[in-house]
T-cell receptor, first 114, second 109 residues
Framework: GAVVSQHPSWVICKSGTSVKIECRSLDFQATTMFWYRQFPKQSLMLMAT?????????EQGVEKDKFLINHASLTLSTLTVTSAHPEDSSFYIC??????????FGPGTRLTVL | GQNIDQPTEMTATEGAIVQINCTYQTSGFNGLFWYQQHAGEAPTFLSY??LDGLEEKGRFSSFLSRSKGYSYLLLKELQMKDSASYLC??????????WGAGTKLIIKP
């Protein structure tokens, strides 16, 4: 299957700082990428849908000014958590859509905010 | 509204067979996916059904009945490494994935 990478795999930061997470589709062009958040023992929660060259579409309850998404190319999308707080600590996962059907997931980024 | 239902947790014995059910109500249907997720890791793709019937892939099979809004994932010859959460997701008319909460499968020796 197609490969999606995420960087970093894990990050620890102080409260109030910003963290950028990269999501790359390595062997295919992804017109659409998705950002999910998953708290312990809970299912995936879609945060936003990112289309290359346009603004991301955020799900209800997700603050667009806090979670900045940039999808500058067909192989790269970034999520920046601005002014992170301990409640933002979570597992962030991106996925890239291939051929209108299947989504391939990145390995995830575990964010811990102290 | 859109809804995906699957059991929260199931327990099975190593070497046995287990069936994980998923029922759905969505606006449109463009296929149903099953993903496996081990603790602390991202989901990995298991199967995709868009037509009624059974799709077999090694020890794993997935069944779909669109008229009943129902699917199941069948795992045979269970191994300890199959202990994981299994996520059912339906792609709606906008090609957006609607996720179930996942079924945690516990395998006992």
């Amino acid at each position: 299957g197609a490969v999606v990478s995420q960087h970093p795999s894990w990050v620890i930061c102080k409260s109030g700082t910003s963290v950028k997470i990269e999501c790359r589709s390595l062997d295919f062009q992804a017109t659409t990428m998705f950002w999910y958040r998953q708290f312990p023992k809970q299912s995936l929660m879609l945060m936003a849908t990112s289309n290359e060259g346009s603004k991301a579409t955020y799900e209800q309850g997700v603050e667009k000014d806090k979670f900045l998404i940039n999808h500058a190319s067909l192989t790269l999308s970034t999520l920046t958590v601005t002014s992170a707080h301990p409640e933002d600590s979570s597992f962030y996962i991106c996925s890239a859509k291939f051929a209108d059907v299947e989504q391939f997931f990145g390995p995830g980024t575990r964010l811990t905010v102290l | 509204g859109q809804n995906i239902d699957q059991p929260t947790e199931m327990t099975a014995t190593e070497g046995a067979i287990v069936q994980i059910n998923c029922t759905y109500q969505t606006s449109g249907f463009n296929g149903l996916f099953w993903y496996q997720q081990h603790a602390g890791e991202a989901p990995t793709f298991l199967s995709y059904n868009v037509l009624d019937g059974l799709e077999e892939k090694g020890r794993f099979s997935s069944f779909l009945s669109r008229s009943k809004g129902y699917s199941y994932l069948l795992l045979k010859e269970l191994q300890m490494k199959d202990s994981a959460s299994y996520l059912c997701a339906v792609m709606d008319s906008n090609y957006q994935l609607i996720w179930g909460a996942g079924t945690k499968l516990i395998i006992k020796p």
